[in-house]
Every structure is written in structure tokens, then in C-alpha cells.
């Protein structure tokens, strides 16, 4: 599970209540009218901006969100290596019974184009062209909370006009004078719920994907790197080495180190 998300927006949701309830009365900031103004607005026009296909994904979403990281590339550089070393050892034909207990389909697809000895550069080719196919699928699902994030304070302030508008009908009563600020402060308040919305969730839930999208990107761009230098036949430890090169520092010492 990956608390940082759960931690982050609970975090500040807390701190944003935390400040208004120390400076003055909570109460000030409950507006229902406002909450179905700026949520039910935003998701509004979010359904109208998307097909139902990307609306349905929304689930997944959070479940990524949540279950943290799942790609772990110093695992998959080490079954790189194992299987270079069987290639080299026993010839190509000798992976096909190790591919049958590989769960993850791109690296199953990736080892069965070497195996049926396609051409390097149209495997290269294949692999890189269903990356990008994915990166843009990420790149959407991550631009539907950032056009939310858009359309929030939009909403927001469509609120405030409205409690605007108003409060400025209202001053033609006899009390309308004196409640200015209270009129005035119930239209502000939709802004801020729109603001919030938007920065305290919406946005960190599109940087979050992003972050999820590179750590998948990294993942098979070492297994593309892998699979083809199995098929030219590259030295184990020089492959655990080019392999190591994409983690970062601390990780290639660690893996490095590894006897294996």
C-alpha cells in the first residue's frame, strides 16, 4: 500500500480545517448550496469532456493510487540475467519453459519475439510502439484529473457569481446593509471550495499517475534492453551492469554487490 497518497491528502484536508477552525468559526465555511455547485459541476463537466471508456477507468485509478509500487526493477534485471546466462548456456530454445511461469505479459511477449528469432530492430520496434501506446493512455488518465482540477475553480467562482448576484438583490430589503458581509462571505466560500478541490486532490492524484506511469516505463524499457541483449548474446555481467545503469545510485551499488 502506498501511504504516501492516503497520508498526503488526509494530511491536508486536516491542516486546511486545522487553519479554519483557529481562525474563526468553521460554521462560516459550511455552505451546501456551494458543495453542489463546485462537485457536482466539476464532475459534470468531466463526464461531458470524456468517453464513457475513460470514465470507467476512473476505479483503477485509485486502486494504483493506493496499492503503491508495483514495478520492482532490480527483480526483473536479476531474471534478465538468469535467463542471458541459459540462452548463452543451453541456446534460446532453452527459455521456453521458464516463459511459462512469467506472469507479466509484456515480458512473456517481449522473450517469445526473441525465441521465434524475429529481427531485432522490428522487435525493438514492437516493444517501443506498445510503450508509447501505453505512456498515452497514462498521459490521459492523468490529464482527466488536471482538466478537473481546471473546472473546479471555475466552478467556484460560477458559485461565488451567483451568491453575488444575490447578496446584491438582497440590499434592496431593509436589512440588506447588514448583511453584507454574512452574503458576502457564502459567495466566497464556493471559490475556496474550488480551490481546494483542486489543489489538496485533484492535481496530486495527476501527479501521482505520472509518477506510476514513469516507474512502468522504466520497468519495460529494461526489459526491451534485457530481451535484445539476451538475443545478441551479451555477456551476463555486462548486461547486469547496462541494466543496473537506469536505478539510481544507491540501488546499482546494492545490486551490484549481489554474488548472483
Same mark, same amino acid.
Given at each position: 500500500?502506498?501511504?504516501?497518497?492516503?497520508?498526503?491528502?488526509?494530511?491536508?484536508?486536516?491542516?486546511?480545517?486545522?487553519?479554519?477552525?483557529?481562525?474563526?468559526?468553521?460554521?462560516?465555511?459550511?455552505?451546501?448550496?456551494?458543495?453542489?455547485?463546485?462537485?457536482?459541476?466539476?464532475?459534470?463537466?468531466?463526464?461531458?469532456?470524456?468517453?464513457?471508456?475513460?470514465?470507467?477507468?476512473?476505479? !483503477?485509478?485509485?486502486?494504483?493510487? @493506493?496499492?503503491? !509500487?508495483?514495478?520492482?526493477?532490480?527483480?526483473?534485471?536479476?531474471?534478465?540475467?538468469?535467463?542471458?546466462?541459459?540462452?548463452?548456456?543451453?541456446?534460446?530454445?532453452?527459455?521456453?519453459?521458464?516463459?511459462?511461469?512469467?506472469?507479466?505479459?509484456?515480458?512473456?511477449?517481449?522473450?517469445?519475439?526473441?525465441?521465434?528469432?524475429? %529481427?531485432? %530492430?522490428? @522487435?525493438?520496434?514492437?516493444?517501443?510502439?506498445?510503450?508509447?501506446?501505453?505512456?498515452?493512455?497514462?498521459?490521459?488518465?492523468?490529464?482527466?484529473? %488536471?482538466?478537473?482540477?481546471?473546472?473546479?475553480?471555475?466552478? =467556484?467562482?460560477? =458559485?461565488?457569481?451567483?451568491?453575488?448576484?444575490?447578496?446584491?438583490?438582497?440590499?434592496? =430589503?431593509?436589512? =440588506?446593509?447588514?448583511?453584507?458581509?454574512?452574503?458576502?462571505?457564502?459567495?466566497?466560500?464556493?471559490?475556496?471550495?474550488?480551490?481546494?478541490?483542486?489543489?489538496?486532490?485533484?492535481?496530486?492524484?495527476?501527479? !501521482?499517475?505520472?509518477?506510476?506511469?514513469?516507474?512502468?516505463?522504466?520497468?519495460?524499457?529494461?526489459?526491451?534492453?534485457?530481451?535484445?541483449?539476451?538475443?545478441?548474446?551479451?555477456?551476463?555481467?555486462?548486461?547486469?551492469?547496462?541494466?543496473?545503469?537506469?536505478?539510481?545510485?544507491?540501488?546499482?551499488?546494492?545490486?551490484?554487490?549481489?554474488?548472483?
Amino acid at each position: 500500500m502506498d501511504l504516501t497518497t492516503i497520508i498526503g491528502l488526509l494530511l491536508g484536508i486536516f491542516l486546511i480545517i486545522q487553519g479554519v477552525v483557529s481562525s474563526g468559526d468553521i460554521n462560516n465555511f459550511i455552505d451546501i448550496p456551494s458543495v453542489i455547485i463546485v462537485i457536482g459541476g466539476t464532475f459534470a463537466s468531466v463526464i461531458a469532456s470524456y468517453p464513457f471508456h475513460i470514465l470507467k477507468e476512473v476505479p !483503477k485509478h485509485f486502486k494504483i493510487l @493506493i496499492m503503491g !509500487k508495483h514495478f520492482k526493477p532490480e527483480k526483473i534485471i536479476d531474471q534478465l540475467v538468469e535467463f542471458a546466462k541459459i540462452a548463452r548456456q543451453d541456446g534460446m530454445l532453452a527459455l521456453e519453459e521458464k516463459i511459462q511461469n512469467i506472469e507479466d505479459p509484456f515480458f512473456k511477449q517481449s522473450l517469445l519475439l526473441v525465441i521465434d528469432a524475429l %529481427e531485432e %530492430e522490428k @522487435i525493438q520496434e514492437l516493444l517501443e510502439s506498445e510503450m508509447e501506446t501505453l505512456s498515452a493512455r497514462h498521459e490521459e488518465a492523468a490529464g482527466l484529473y %488536471e482538466k478537473a482540477s481546471a473546472y473546479a475553480p471555475a466552478f =467556484g467562482m460560477i =458559485g461565488t457569481l451567483v451568491g453575488l448576484i444575490n447578496m446584491l438583490a438582497a440590499m434592496n =430589503g431593509e436589512d =440588506g446593509a447588514d448583511s453584507l458581509g454574512a452574503n458576502m462571505s457564502v459567495a466566497l466560500v464556493t471559490t475556496f471550495y474550488g480551490c481546494v478541490l483542486a489543489n489538496v486532490i485533484l492535481l496530486p492524484i495527476a501527479k !501521482k499517475l505520472r509518477v506510476r506511469n514513469e516507474e512502468e516505463l522504466l520497468y519495460r524499457q529494461i526489459i526491451v534492453e534485457g530481451v535484445l541483449a539476451i538475443q545478441a548474446g551479451d555477456n551476463p555481467k555486462f548486461l547486469k551492469e547496462k541494466l543496473t545503469s537506469y536505478l539510481a545510485q544507491k540501488k546499482q551499488v546494492k545490486l551490484l554487490s549481489d554474488p548472483q
